[in-house]
């Protein structure tokens, strides 16, 4: 059961979030109805980890209906484009943000089979069964800080349509002998559908646009975003700053005027051992081996880096933009990478659009979304997580956070009750509305009412089946 008048770190938030609207713009402010309806939906995702109207609304008692709570997700007025950008104003100022690391990664939704109104679903590859499943791609930017890693960027993906279908039949045909001269020439891509690391560019420049007094020392990312357009271009916009990433074992580079892949070249030499603190905590020893090489694919020298932790075999190679930086700085700076993978597990786990969110179409799918990255930016008000981060203690972790959001909204909920004029009235109300709310549903499991059909032999058939004759 949920307060109906939210908790006072969300309250607080949201204020702080209408405050930082203002300053953008003073027509961009909250209303007070709009107030209460964010209040409320933050504190629902919390509780019930879905973004569900209907859950919602049972969480609450029948106090806000369904109906009302998506009416105003869907026309009411509030300036959902800049909402984001005002919530992470607020928590830059709340904990003195001034420098960061910017890193980029992306993750996939699964969606149902038949998604017809589910915004830029499509066939996508499956990274831990090797199959395919039909879902959402988001490119997300997440800025880690000495104090707090926050999501501060997204863009849903899809591939461009007629690109995969000419890639399928080029396929096809290529496996059936046909020359390239008569197979159909590949189609430009649409401008709808950019790639990946052309939507990476667009956050990147659209935070340096929006933040550009936070000091940005290092953008990381992982092998899909290690070309050299991405690393020129992303590299450029923060005023040539280092930009790590990973390259493939079979990426050649040139040495003495001939070329070898990155593999055969780091194999003839051997690697020293050293420890390293991964995230800036625990240490770990790494066997690591490093050169200045020319990397074929970029057309320019790089800082190429050969490691692999303490029982690993293979080893895993880093690409650096600025070849100025140390070795075991590039390797520790790069293991913080790993963090948009616990905003990932926290996101998918705990904050809503993960588990539970069927908005269909373009303005549910965004809106939604930006409604759960609220969520992940509202913990930091919570007083206790407030209060470890600003003595410079370990935070807390989003699921324990949760749990303990769960029981205050409960008690709220009890102390509200008891608050009341007539308490025992006020109860009998609540539960009457539960029960309008809550109804059951007849479930197709059992089969009370329903027809069996006969299960049983039929005489007449038994000399039939006595003299079956059987065909070898």
């Known amino acids: 059961m949920l307060a109906t008048n939210s908790l006072p770190f969300i309250r607080n938030f949201i204020e702080n979030l209408d405050i930082s609207l203002k300053k953008l713009d003073s027509s961009y402010g909250l209303s007070r109805i709009q107030k209460s309806w ?18 919602f609304s049972r969480s609450s008692g029948g106090h806000y209906g369904h109906g009302a709570l998506s009416k105003m997700f869907r026309k009411g007025k509030i300036f959902w484009d800049y909402l984001l950008y005002a919530s992470i104003l607020v928590i830059i100022l709340k904990y003195g943000i001034k420098e960061g690391m910017l890193v980029l990664d992306d993750t996939d939704k699964k969606r149902s089979k038949t998604t017809r109104r589910i915004y830029k679903s499509h066939k996508a590859k499956d990274k831990s069964t090797g199959g395919y499943f039909n879902g959402q791609s988001i490119v997300f930017l997440v800025l880690v800080t000495s104090v707090v890693t926050i999501p501060v960027g997204f863009e849903f993906y899809m591939p461009d349509p007629a690109l995969t279908a000419w890639r399928k039949e ?35 420049q659209k935070f340096r646009d929006h933040f550009s007094q936070i000091k940005i020392k290092v953008i990381l990312a992982d092998a899909l975003f ?7 271009k992303a590299s450029a916009i923060f005023d040539n700053i280092q930009v790590i990433s990973q390259l493939k074992k079979d990426q050649n580079v ?14 003839k030499r051997p690697g020293a051992k050293y420890k390293i603190k991964v995230r800036g905590g625990d240490e770990k020893i790494i066997t690591v081996c490093s050169a200045r090489l020319y990397v074929c694919s970029h057309n320019k020298k790089r800082f190429i880096i050969a490691f692999k932790y303490e029982g690993e075999e293979e080893y895993r190679y880093l690409i650096a933009s600025d070849l100025s930086w140390r070795t075991l700085d590039i390797i520790q700076a790069y293991t913080i990478r790993w963090l948009v993978e616990v905003f990932f597990q926290d996101w998918k786990m705990y904050e809503g659009w993960g588990q539970l969110a069927k908005q269909p179409d373009e303005e549910g799918s965004r809106r939604g979304l930006i409604l759960s990255l609220l969520v992940d930016h509202c913990l930091l008000f919570h007083p ?7 003595n410079n203690l370990s935070a807390y972790t989003v699921g324990s956070l949760r749990e303990r959001i769960r029981a205050e909204s409960l008690f709220d909920f009890i102390k509200e009750l008891l608050a009341s004029e007539n308490p025992e009235q006020q109860l009998q109300f609540m539960i009457n509305n539960f029960r309008d709310v809550c109804k059951l549903n007849f479930s197709s499991k059992h089969m009370i009412n329903r027809d069996l059909g006969r299960l049983e032999q039929t005489p007449g058939l038994k000399y039939r089946a006595a003299h079956v004759v059987k065909y070898k």
């Open 38 to 55: 964010l209040s409320f939906c933050l504190l629902a995702i919390l509780v019930t980890n879905s973004l569900n109207w209907k859950q």
């Open 170 to 204: 080029d396929a096809r045909q290529k496996k059936q002998g046909i020359p390239k001269n008569n197979r159909p020439k590949e189609p430009k891509r649409d401008e709808k559908y950019p790639t990946k690391q052309e939507i990476a560019l667009k956050l990147l």
């Open 226 to 232: 290690g070309d050299a357009n991405f690393v020129n």
């Open 254 to 267: 040139l040495f003495r005027g001939k070329k070898t892949s990155i593999e055969k070249y780091f194999r």
């Open 384 to 390: 206790e997580q407030s209060a470890q981060l600003k």
